[in-house]
């Protein structure tokens, strides 16, 4: 069974800068492809970021490139996501994802980003 536990959320200024961290079980987490998804109220699922397996291909839209890095520890089955620049629109809850799109089904259970002054 896939257990994606993520943490690191929280509120924050515009400008300021949070790192999520996903701990990953029950599949082979070195050899997936993941993904970091976000979804704001009433809005469809958008990924902010994802990597391959082996961690040398990385994907972000124009919305957050620049801004997010995604990273994972092959060793440890853990998925980062360093976020900075953080802008309002960025409140989400966002989730680690298996990377399955479009629906990315296999998720956690989500950790809440608020930007806001």
């Known amino acids: 069974e896939v257990q994606l536990v993520e943490s690191g959320g929280g509120s924050v200024q515009p400008g300021g800068s949070l790192r999520l961290s996903c701990e990953a079980s029950?599949?082979?987490?070195?050899?997936?492809?993941m993904s970091w998804v976000r979804q704001r109220p009433g809005q469809a699922v958008e990924a902010v970021a994802t990597?391959?397996?082996?961690?040398?291909?990385?994907y972000y839209p124009d919305s957050v490139k620049g801004r997010f890095t995604i990273s994972r520890d092959n060793t440890k089955n853990i998925l980062y996501l360093q976020m900075n620049s953080l802008r309002t629109e960025d409140t989400a809850m966002y989730y680690c994802?298996?990377?399955?799109?479009?629906?990315?089904?296999?998720r956690g259970q989500g950790t809440l980003v608020t930007v806001s002054s």
């Open positions: 994802a298996t990377h399955r799109p479009p629906q990315y089904a296999e």
């Open positions: 029950g599949f082979p987490f070195s050899s997936s492809s």
């Open positions: 990597m391959t397996a082996s961690g040398r291909g990385t």
